[in-house]
C-alpha cells in the first residue's frame, strides 16, 4: 500500500475501531445492567474484575462532577487538535498515527456518550486489586486515550533520546 494512502488510513481506521468498541460494550452493559449493578463476567476474576454500570459527569476519576458543558467543548476541541496533528505527520510515522488514532477514538467516544445523555458518560470497567483498589471505574474510550498518550509519549521520548545518541555519535567520530 502506498505510503501517503496508509497513512490518511490509520487515524480513521484506528478510531473507528476504538469508537466502535467502547460504543458497543457500552450499549452491552446499558441493555443488561441497571446502573450500579455489578456481575462478574468470569468468576474465578470477580474478586479482581467485574463490569459495574456507573455514570460520570466529570472527569477522570470523577472530578469536577457536573461540568459537562466544558467539558464537551474541551472534547471538541481536542478532537480537532489531534485532527490537525495528524495531518502535520510525515507520512513513516505510523506509531504516533496510531497513538493519535487511539486518542481520537477515546475522545469521540466519550463525546458521543456526553451529547446522548445528558452530559453523562458510560464506565463499567471495575478494577480492584491491588495497587488499584477503589480505582474509579472507566470504560473503554477512556483505555483508548490513556493508551494513546502513552504510546505517544514513549515514542517522543524514544524519538528524543535515538537523536541524542545520534548527536553523540556524530560528535564522537568529528573527534576522531
Known sequence: ??????????LPLVAGLSVLADQVSKYA??????????????P??????QVTYVTNSGAAFGLFQGWSSLFIVIAIVVIVALVWYYLQLSDGEWLVQ???????????????????FGGSVVDF???N?????????????????VVGVTVLTLVMICEGWSEEHAEGQLATAADE
Open 44 to 49: 474465578w476474576l470477580g474478586s479482581i474484575f
Open 1 to 10: 500500500m502506498n505510503e501517503r494512502i496508509r497513512a490518511l488510513v490509520i
Open 98 to 116: 496510531v497513538a493519535l488514532g487511539l486518542q481520537l477514538g477515546g475522545a469521540v467516544g466519550n463525546l458521543i456518550d456526553r451529547l446522548r
Open 29 to 42: 452493559v446499558r441493555s443488561n445492567l441497571r446502573h450500579g449493578q455489578s456481575i462478574e463476567l468470569i
Open 125 to 127: 470497567v471495575d478494577l
Open 129 to 145: 486489586f491491588w495497587p488499584l483498589r477503589n480505582w474509579p471505574v472507566f470504560n473503554i474510550a477512556d483505555s483508548s486515550i
